[in-house]
C-alpha cells in the first residue's frame, strides 16, 4: 500500500483547530494577508483560499462581519458578498480556467459546516474528469498544488486587474 503523508491535516481531521480564533475575522495582528491566506478584501467581505481545500484553487468567501446566520446580513453585507463571490468566480476562472465551479453555504456542524460561527460560501473550481479513483478507493483527495504558490498566482491576477 502506498501511503500518502500530510501531517499538517491532523488538526482538521482531529477536529480541533490549533488556532481558536476565527480565521475569517480580519484581525491579522502580525501576520500579512498572505500569511492568513487573505486574496482580497472589500468594505465589507473577504475572499481566501481555504487552507483545507477540496481541490487545488478552493476559495471561501465571507462578510467581514463575525455571524453565522443569513438573516442576520444587511441587504449591503449582502450585495457585497454576491459582487465578491462573482469576482473570486472571475479570478479562479482567469488563473485555473476549470470547466465549471461548486458554490455553497454549510449552515450548522449537521450541513458540514467546519467552521459554523462565521457564515462563509465555498467556490471549488472543478475540471471535467477531475473525480478519480483516488477518492472513491482510497477516501484520499491528491491536490497538485501547494497552498502559497496557488495564492501567489491568485494574488498576482488580482494586482493585474487593479
Known amino acids: ?32 494577508d498572505r500569511e492568513c491566506l487573505i486574496l482580497a478584501r472589500s468594505d465589507l467581505s473577504l475572499i481566501m483560499l481555504n487552507r483545507y481545500p477540496y ?25 457585497d458578498l454576491m459582487h465578491m463571490l462573482r ?16 458554490v455553497g453555504i454549510n449552515l450548522g456542524r449537521a450541513a458540514g459546516a467546519g467552521l459554523e460561527e462565521h457564515l462563509h460560501i ?11 479513483f483516488m477518492t472513491v478507493v482510497g477516501d484520499v ?7 502559497m504558490a496557488a495564492y501567489d498566482r491568485f494574488s498576482a491576477a488580482l494586482a493585474e486587474a487593479v
Open 122 to 132: 465555498h467556490i471549488v473550481p472543478r475540471w471535467n474528469g477531475d473525480s478519480n
Open 1 to 32: 500500500m502506498e501511503r500518502i503523508w500530510a501531517p499538517w491535516r491532523l488538526s482538521y481531521v482531529s477536529n480541533s483547530r490549533v488556532d481558536k480564533n476565527c480565521f475569517f475575522c480580519p484581525d491579522c495582528t502580525g501576520k500579512s
Open 55 to 79: 481541490t487545488g484553487g478552493h476559495l471561501m468567501v465571507a462578510p467581514l462581519r463575525h455571524t453565522s446566520e443569513l438573516d442576520d446580513l444587511s441587504d449591503a453585507e449582502m450585495l
Open 141 to 147: 483527495r491528491v491536490i497538485p498544488d501547494g497552498l
Open 87 to 102: 469576482r473570486a468566480q472571475a479570478l479562479l476562472q482567469k488563473v485555473a480556467t476549470p470547466d465549471g465551479f461548486n
